[in-house]
C-alpha cells in the first residue's frame, strides 16, 4: 500500500509514531482475511516510557483528527498498548513484547508495508552520502568493494 493512498486516519497514526521515534512501524492490510478489523498498525517503543508515549501521541492526533477510540489497553508501565478504532487497532510494543507476540507472523498471510520515518530516513542518507565520500577521498576504489559485500 502506497503512503499516498491511505486512509487520513493511518496516515495520521504513522505519522505520529514517528513524531516519537518509534521503531519498525508496519501496517498490516487484513482485507479479505475474515479479521475483526481491517488494519492492525504495528510499531515498537524502546522502553515502557516510549511506549507510553508514542501511544498517547497517537491517541492525540487521531483525536484532532475527529476520530474517537473505543477502547485502550495497557497503561504508563506497559509492555503493550493497543488502540482500538474499530476498522484499525494500533499495537505499539517494546521490542521484547513485539518478538513475543509477533502479530505478523500470526497474521503473515496479509498485505505488509513498512514505513520508515522520513526524518530518519533522510538523516540516514546524509550520514550515508558523507560516509561514503570520505571512504572514497581515503580508500580510493575500496567504495566499490564495501558496496558488493554490503
Known amino acids: 500500500m502506497k503512503s499516498e493512498t491511505l486512509k487520513p486516519e493511518l ?27 481491517g488494519y492492525f498498525l504495528i510499531c ?25 477510540i473505543r477502547h485502550r489497553e495497557g497503561g504508563s508501565e506497559s509492555e503493550w ?17 513485539r518478538t513475543f507476540y509477533d502479530l505478523e507472523r500470526l497474521w503473515r498471510s496479509a498485505k505488509r508495508t513498512e514505513f520508515v520515518d522520513p526524518a530518519k530516513s533522510a538523516h540516514d542518507a546524509g550520514m550515508e552520502s558523507g560516509a561514503r565520500h570520505s571512504e572514497r577521498s581515503s580508500k580510493g576504489s ?9
Open 81 to 97: 498498548v493497543l488502540l482500538d478504532y474499530g476498522n484499525f487497532l494500533v499495537h505499539v510494543f517494546t521490542e521484547r513484547a
Open 142 to 150: 575500496s567504495e566499490e568493494r564495501s558496496e558488493e559485500s554490503a
Open 44 to 68: 515498537t517503543g524502546f522502553s515502557e516510557r516510549q511506549v507510553s508515549a508514542i501511544a498517547s501521541e497517537i491517541e492525540d492526533q487521531l483525536h484532532l483528527l475527529g476520530v474517537r
Open 11 to 37: 496516515r495520521c497514526a504513522i505519522d505520529a509514531a514517528h513524531n516519537k521515534k518509534a521503531g519498525s512501524v508496519t501496517l498490516l492490510d487484513l482485507d479479505g482475511l475474515g479479521a475483526f478489523t
